[in-house]
């Protein structure tokens, strides 16, 4: 069993008490300097604006064609289009790109 906890009144009319004997209480409390940032887990910072595109990609993942999200189609016409031409196998897959990218769509 713990003791009983200490009255905070008490604890300072002793204090003030030994002041005015005249009997040092020990160190000064050092106050700690404000924390610069909020304690806790800190905020991410803003998030760059992302889009979806479909590459046209060869057998390495080499991007040979970029295509909006929207022209699905288009981009599986190409992958077709140089495989029937013999350009070796092609395939489409979906990318994440940065939205400040520049160029929209590229057919290569």
């Not at 009997?23 to 979806?52: A, D, H, N, Q, Y």
């Amino acid at each position: 069993m713990g003791r009983r906890p200490l009255n905070r009144r008490d604890l300072r009319a002793a204090a003030e008490a030994a002041e005015a004997r005249g009997i040092p209480l020990g160190p000064e409390p050092s106050r700690s300097r404000p924390r610069s940032e909020p304690s806790g887990r800190p905020r991410p910072g803003p998030s760059t604006r992302m889009r979806v595109v479909w590459e046209v990609c060869d057998v390495g993942g080499r991007a040979v064609a970029t295509f909006d999200y929207a022209d699905k189609a288009a981009a599986e016409a190409r992958a077709a289009e140089l495989k029937a031409r013999g350009k070796g196998t092609h395939f489409v897959r979906s990318v994440k790109q940065p939205f400040d990218s520049a160029g929209t769509s590229s057919s290569d």
